[in-house]
Nanobody, 133 residues
Framework: QVQLVESGGGSVQAGGSLTLSCAASGFTYSDYVMGWFRQAPGKEREEREGVATIDNHSSRAYEDSVKGRFTISRDNAANILYLQMNSLEPEDTAIYYC????????????????????????WGQGTQVTVSS
């Protein structure tokens, strides 16, 4: 049974930091491109946007607004995906989802960043991040 379980969300003041984790099981984690997507307040789940993605060679892609502030990483031995978030802004407030794909985006983290919101194979349940000003 495939599972993606996120943790690490919470409430923080602007300028603060959080680290999200996603524990994966039930599939060959190292074969998949992984990513973090977020659903902003007032948006539908179908409107999730890509935040950061990483393939199995650790090639990465980032959404422009998080470049220099967020870092995505993966531990293929432990099957865990991370998102280190620094200098958080109120605009980062969202539900953050972990996602995995083994299809056409497997070695294309950039395309997964753009299209993964519609095309990812697997999703976690999401974790809330709230940034107050």
């Amino acid at each position: 049974q495939v599972q993606l379980v996120e943790s690490g969300g919470g409430s923080v003041q602007a300028g603060g930091s959080l680290t999200l984790s996603c524990a994966a099981s039930g599939f060959t984690y190292s074969d998949y491109v992984m990513g973090w997507f977020r659903q902003a307040p007032g948006k539908e789940r179908e409107e999730r946007e890509g935040v950061a993605t990483i393939d199995n060679h650790s090639s990465r892609a980032y959404e422009d607004s998080v470049k220099g502030r967020f870092t995505i990483s993966r531990d293929n031995a432990a099957n865990i995906l991370y998102l280190q978030m620094n200098s958080l802004e109120p605009e980062d407030t969202a539900i953050y989802y972990c996602a995995a794909d083994v299809g056409e985006h497997r070695l294309r983290p950039g395309s997964f960043l753009v299209a993964g919101g519609d095309e990812a194979d697997y999703w976690g349940q999401g974790t809330q991040v709230t940034v107050s000003s």
